[in-house]
């Protein structure tokens, strides 16, 4: 199993940036890609950016050149820098894992709220 707890969400104004952690713990040597997807009321679940074990990175197009995804191996922590922030990104935002074990599996964390506002 894998086990993820997120930080860092809040109230930002329009402009302004958060960064987001996700730690991860149990069976961290399994982890295939780790990611961060959010979700607005009445809208399905998406995928803003993911990174993978050897370090390739996607981005949603809605998020490109304004949010940056990294990692601390050191830490088992995943990080999403969220810059020039739109209300558009207002959404409560959850960190996945992908890790192997018999088959592939998902973990996910608890979800942090992110709310962009004046």
């Known amino acids: 199993q894998v086990q993820l707890v997120e930080s860092g969400g809040g109230l930002v104004q329009p402009g302004g940036s958060l960064r987001l952690s996700c730690k991860a713990s149990?069976?961290?040597?399994?982890?295939?890609?780790m990611g961060w997807y959010r979700q607005a009321p009445g809208k399905q679940r998406e995928l803003v950016a993911a990174?993978?074990?050897?370090?390739?990175?996607n981005y949603a197009d809605s998020v490109k050149g304004r949010f940056t995804i990294s990692r601390d191996n050191a830490k088992n922590t995943v990080y999403l820098q969220m810059n020039s922030l739109k209300p558009e990104d207002t959404a409560v935002y959850y960190c996945n894992a992908r890790w192997a074990g018999a088959r592939e599996y998902d973990s996910w964390g608890q979800g942090t709220q992110v709310t962009v506002s004046s």
């Open positions: 149990g069976r961290i040597f399994s982890i295939n890609a």
């Open positions: 990174i993978t074990r050897g370090g390739s990175t």
